[in-house]
C-alpha cells in the first residue's frame, strides 16, 4: 500500500479512456439493470426512459470527470500512493451515490428511510464504478507490460543489428518494418504521422515512409551515428561533409550529390556543435 501507483493510471490518454468507459458501461448498466428504483422515475416509453435516465446517470458520472482531472494535476506534482489511490476511489464512490440519494429523494420524492436509500445507492455506484475500474486496471496494465516487452525485443534487436553495422526501425505498433546498413543510411525526415528514411541503395538514393514519430525513434539512437539536429531532421553525422553557418542559421552538407542541406535548429544547435567537436579530435 506504501507503493506509488502504476503511472499508466494517471496517463491523460488512459483517463480520457476510464473515463467514456465508465460512462458507457454505466449507461448499459441503468438501462439493463435498472437500479435505484430508477424504472419508476418516469412512467414514459422506453425511449424516453433510456434518454431520461442516460442523462441523469451521466450527471453522476461528471463527478468521475472531475475526480479524474484533481488527480491528474496533483500526480504531476506528488507522487500518489496505492493506499491512497484506494481513498480516492472510495471519495469518488461516496461523492456519486450522495449525489444519487439527494436526486431520489428531492427529485424524485422517494418515501423510503434515508438510510435504506444511501445502502443501495452505494452498492449499486460500486457497481457502476468498480467494475470498470477493475477492467480499465488489468487492461492498462497488459498494455503496458506489452509495450515493455516490445521495447525490450526492440533494444535487443537493435543492439544485434548494431554489432552488424546496421540500424533498424520498428513503426508505432513496435513492428520491424526496415534495416539499413549505417554507412547507406543518409538522414530521417519528419512528415506529419510518419519519418521518411532517406538512404542509399546500390549508389541510388531511396526512401522509405515509416509511421513512427522522429521523437520516438531519436530515443534509440543514443549510441550512434545518428543526431537530431532540428525538429524536422535527424542526420547520419558519418555522411555529414560540412558544416557551414549563415546569416540564418547553420547548415550540415552531406556527401552525396542531389541532396539538400539539413538545417540545424537554435534548439539542438549546442548538440550538434558538441558531436561535431568530438569528430574533430
Not at 72 to 80: A, F, G, R, T, V
Not at 108 to 113: A, F, I, S, T, W
Not at 178 to 197: F, G, T
Not at 249 to 263: C, K, S, T, V
Amino acid at each position: 500500500m506504501n507503493q506509488k501507483i502504476p503511472d499508466y493510471l494517471y496517463e491523460k490518454g488512459n483517463i480520457i479512456r476510464l473515463i467514456l468507459f465508465t460512462a458507457f458501461f454505466a449507461l448499459a448498466f441503468i438501462n439493463l439493470y435498472k437500479p435505484f428504483g430508477s424504472v419508476e422515475w418516469f412512467r414514459v416509453s422506453e425511449t424516453t426512459y433510456f434518454l431520461g435516465s442516460s442523462m441523469i446517470m451521466l450527471t453522476g458520472v461528471f463527478v468521475v470527470v472531475i475526480s479524474r482531472i484533481i488527480m491528474y494535476q496533483y500526480c504531476k506534482k506528488k507522487d500518489l500512493m496505492l493506499l491512497g489511490y484506494f481513498i480516492w476511489v472510495l471519495a469518488e464512490i461516496l461523492a456519486m451515490s450522495t449525489f444519487y440519494t439527494i436526486f431520489e429523494k428531492i427529485a424524485l420524492h422517494d418515501v423510503r428511510p434515508i438510510e435504506d436509500m444511501i445502502q443501495q445507492s452505494f452498492t449499486n455506484t460500486c457497481l457502476v464504478l468498480l467494475l470498470p475500474y477493475g477492467m480499465s486496471w488489468l487492461y492498462f496494465s497488459w498494455k503496458d507490460k506489452n509495450k515493455k516487452l516490445q521495447q525490450i525485443a526492440m533494444d535487443e534487436n537493435a543492439a544485434d543489428q548494431n554489432k552488424k553495422g546496421m540500424l533498424s526501425f520498428f513503426d508505432e505498433k513496435g513492428d520491424f518494418k526496415l534495416s539499413v546498413q549505417s554507412d547507406q543510411l543518409l538522414y530521417l525526415e519528419s512528415a506529419d504521422n510518419y519519418v521518411k528514411i532517406y538512404y542509399l541503395n546500390k549508389g541510388k538514393l531511396s526512401n522509405f515512409m515509416l509511421r513512427n514519430s522522429l521523437k520516438t525513434l531519436d530515443d534509440g539512437f543514443s549510441n550512434t551515428s545518428l543526431i537530431r539536429c532540428h525538429r524536422s531532421f535527424v542526420v547520419n553525422f558519418d555522411k555529414v561533409k560540412v558544416l557551414r553557418k549563415e546569416k540564418d542559421g547553420i547548415y550540415l552538407a552531406l556527401d552525396q550529390e542531389n541532396i539538400p542541406d539539413i538545417p540545424v535548429s537554435k534548439t539542438y544547435t549546442e548538440k550538434v556543435m558538441s558531436k561535431f567537436a568530438r569528430y574533430s579530435v
